[in-house]
C-alpha cells in the first residue's frame, strides 16, 4: 500500500488526510487481478490515507453515493456525505482470490483508539480534522452494516491504514493478520529453525516496543519452540532494551560503533554489519572455551 498510496509519496506539507485517497492501491490490486493472481498479500503500513479504503473500493468498481446520487469526493471528507453503497458492480475477480493483510496493529476504526485519532496526525490531521474524520468513518461504518451487512465498527485492525483494514476486510472478504505470520508461513521459517544451530534476526532498532508483534519476536518465538538460542543485531539499541530477554532474544547487537549522523550510519551499513556479526561469531567462540 505504501507504493500507491503511501506517506512518502507526499511531501510534508501537501499531507492532508482530509483529500488524501486509497484510490492507487484499489488499481494494484486489479492489475493483479488482470495478471490472474489468486493469492494477494498486501501490507497496509505507511499509508497517507484516512478516507477507510473508500477509493481502493471505487477503484474496484463499488459505487459510493451521497444522497442526490452522485459519487462521493475522494480522501476522507468524501465519507461525510456518503448515503448508500452499492457493490454490484465490485470486481468479481475479488471472490476467487485470497487476500491477506499484513495489519501489526488492532486499533478499532473509529474512537480514542481508531485510525483518526491515533494515526491521523502523522499524516497531517489537526484536531479539528480529526474530529471530522472520525465523524465520517463511524458514517462509513453504520453504510457497511447496513448495506452489506458486516460488523466493522469493532474490527480489531479495522482502523489501520486510515481505514483500510475495515475496508479490505468488508469489501475484500479479506483475513487480517499479524505481518510476521504471513511471512513466517510464506518462508515455512519453522521448519528452517527446526534444523537450525543458532538463529540470528534483527531490525532497524530494537527496544521495549519490539515485543508487539516485531519481527525479532515473532522468530525468536518459533525459534524456542526448538530451545534454539537467539541473536538480535539492530542500527540501535535503547535504555529500555533488556526487556527482549524476556521475550526469546537471548543477547542483542548494535551495528553502530561510534556517535554517527543517520546519513554515514547508512553508508556504511555493510561494513558495520561485517564487523558485528565478526563479533558475535567471537564470542560465541569464546564461550565454548568457558566450558
Not at 202 to 224: C, F, L, M, W, Y
Request: hydrophobic share 45%.
Amino acid at each position: 500500500m505504501a507504493a500507491a498510496s503511501g506517506l512518502e509519496q507526499v511531501p510534508p506539507a501537501q499531507r492532508d488526510p482530509l483529500k488524501t485517497t486509497s484510490w492507487g492501491t484499489g488499481e494494484l490490486i486489479r492489475h493483479a487481478l488482470d495478471a490472474g493472481v489468486e493469492h494477494i498479500i498486501i501490507g497496509i503500513g505507511g499509508s497517507a490515507t484516512n478516507d477507510g479504503g473508500a477509493g481502493m473500493v471505487q477503484a474496484l468498481g463499488a459505487r459510493l453515493r451521497d444522497a442526490q446520487g452522485n459519487d462521493i469526493a475522494q480522501g476522507g471528507i468524501g465519507l461525510e456525505t456518503l448515503a448508500s453503497i452499492d457493490i454490484s458492480g465490485l470486481d468479481k475477480r475479488l471472490s476467487a482470490c485470497h487476500i491477506e493483510v499484513a495489519c501489526d496493529v488492532t486499533n478499532p476504526l473509529t474512537g480514542k483508539e481508531g485510525a483518526s485519532a491515533v494515526f491521523g496526525p502523522q499524516k497531517g490531521a489537526t484536531p479539528e480534522m480529526i474530529e471530522r474524520l472520525d465523524t465520517a468513518l463511524t458514517r462509513y461504518a453504520h453504510l457497511i452494516a447496513r448495506d452489506l451487512h458486516v460488523d466493522v465498527l469493532d474490527l480489531a485492525g479495522g482502523g489501520a491504514a486510515g481505514g483500510m483494514g475495515a475496508a479490505l476486510y468488508a469489501f475484500c472478504g479479506a483475513q487480517l493478520r499479524r505481518g510476521i505470520e504471513i511471512v513466517t508461513d510464506a518462508l515455512h521459517l519453522e521448519a528452517c529453525l527446526a534444523d537450525a544451530d543458532l538463529v540470528i534476526t534483527g531490525e532497524g532498532r530494537i527496544d521495549s516496543q519490539t515485543i508487539h508483534g516485531k519481527v525479532p519476536i515473532g522468530v525468536a518465538n518459533i525459534a524456542k519452540r526448538y530451545n534454539k538460542p537467539v541473536i538480535g543485531i539492530a542500527g540501535s539499541l535503547t535504555a529500555d532494551v533488556s526487556v527482549v530477554h524476556e521475550h526469546g532474544l537471548d543477547a542483542v547487537f548494535s551495528v553502530i560503533y561510534t556517535i554517527c549522523t543517520l546519513e554515514d550510519a547508512l553508508k556504511n551499513a555493510s561494513e558495520n554489519v561485517r564487523m558485528t556479526a565478526r563479533n558475535v561469531a567471537a564470542t560465541l567462540k569464546a564461550g565454548q572455551q568457558l566450558r
